[in-house]
C-alpha cells in the first residue's frame, strides 16, 4: 500500500558517505562525506534506542536564522545507537592500515 512508506526515513553508513533519505514531507537524499563530520555523539532517547550526533556546529553569521545559530545532523531513534556511532566514527577516521608482516616481501 502506497501509504505504509509515508514519512518513512532511511538511515545508511557505507564505506565512503552517510546518507539521510526521507519520504515525507518531501522526497530528499541528504550525503556527508567525512571531512564534513564533526565528533559522534551518542544521546539516549527510547529504551534500547539512541540518536547518534554527527554534524554539531555554529553556523556562520550569513546562514543564522530565528529558527537557530547552530546546525544539526542526526539519526534519531536508532536501535545499538553506540554500535552505529563506531561505524561512523570508522568511516571519518578511514581505513586502518596494518603494518607489513615481517615475513612479507615490498
Known sequence: HP??????TVYSVTDRRLF???DWPFRRLQSFAPAELDEIQ???SLPGHGIVVFVNHKLPWWRRSA????????FYGIPDAQR?????EALKTGPE???PRPDQED
Open 3 to 8: 501509504a505504509d512508506h509515508l514519512g518513512r
Open 20 to 22: 539521510i533519505r526521507q
Open 84 to 88: 552505529v556511532a563506531e561505524r561512523i
Open 67 to 74: 529558527g537557530g545559530s547552530t546546525l544539526i545532523e542526526a
Open 97 to 99: 592500515t596494518e603494518p
Open 42 to 44: 551518542v544521546m539516549p
